[in-house]
């Protein structure tokens, strides 16, 4: 792999998204809107400070998985990747270029849902908010990295949608927004424990509420990134050059 390789495909994805405003709008201000919704749904009672953390974690990571899946499979099926690796381009430089590119703007999309949720739909946080924007943004580099390697697998963007009842959903159900963790069943309890977005949903749990110490969530955030470097490395391996 060759930094400036790297560097040079996450300005490149970087530029196509800037001429690309319903791009941004769906990264920057759906979630937002989303957020807002459930707490407006929950105005007159205490149920979005349960929930709210979970539901931050919740929407950043469904839209970057899937804005990240589509855009990277587009790359293949029309031949883009191709060209790419004829260069001296890697299947590594790619991948880290779009992970650096969509983990840019997680930033900026963390940034916006944490300060829309705390000071518009009034969510309180005991914590540290800059933590909390922290987890946030390792959140949203999950969906990213997860949505990668869905695009390297997939033939077509209906195949990507496919993928989130295997990758998303599931984390979805058992993370803990309908329920807490430690109330399921056993096994099901067992599996929640192995699935990365519990994790983000568990950090900012703790952040929000102060019921944690730093060093707990620092560990979650160890544990998230784990998760997004072992689906970035899994993604080199398996991408295909073009989609038949």
């Given at each position: 792999?060759?930094?400036?390789l790297t560097l040079a495909t996450a300005a490149r994805v970087l530029r196509q998204i800037i001429h690309d405003p319903r791009t941004i709008v769906l990264l920057?201000?759906?979630?937002?809107l989303?957020?807002?919704?459930?707490?407006?749904?929950?105005?007159?009672?205490?149920?979005?400070?349960?929930?709210g953390p979970a539901v931050i974690a919740l929407f950043p990571f469904i839209v970057m998985f899937l804005v990240t899946s589509i855009a990277t499979l587009r790359e293949r099926r029309s031949g883009t990747l191709e060209r790419l690796l004829s260069l001296p381009l890697g299947k590594g430089d790619f991948i880290l270029g779009y992970t650096l590119a969509?983990?840019?703007?997680?930033?900026?999309?963390?940034?916006?849902?944490?300060?829309?949720?705390?000071?518009?739909?009034?969510?309180?946080?005991?914590?540290s908010?800059?933590?909390m924007i922290l987890v946030a943004v390792c959140d949203g580099i999950l969906g990213t990295t997860l949505g990668l390697l869905a695009s390297a697998f997939a033939a077509t963007e209906f195949q990507v949608v496919q993928f989130m009842p295997l990758l998303v959903f599931p984390q979805v159900l058992l993370g803990g927004l309908f329920l807490p963790t430690d109330q399921l069943p056993t096994v099901l309890e067992a599996i929640a424990n192995w699935l990365p977005l519990t994790h983000a949903i568990d950090a900012l749990e703790a952040v929000t509420t102060g019921s944690e110490n730093t060093a707990y969530v620092v560990w979650q955030l160890l544990t998230i990134l784990a998760y997004a470097?072992?689906?970035?490395?899994?993604?080199?391996?398996?991408?295909?050059?073009r989609t038949p």
């Open positions: 792999m060759h930094p400036r920057l201000v759906v979630p937002s989303l957020v807002g919704l459930i707490a407006w749904i929950f105005s007159d009672t205490e149920v979005f400070d349960r929930i969509f983990g840019l703007l997680a930033v900026a999309q963390a940034v916006v849902t944490v300060a829309f949720a705390v000071w518009v739909c009034g969510l309180d946080v005991s914590g908010l800059w933590l470097v072992g689906a970035v490395v899994l993604a080199s391996l398996t991408l295909r050059r």
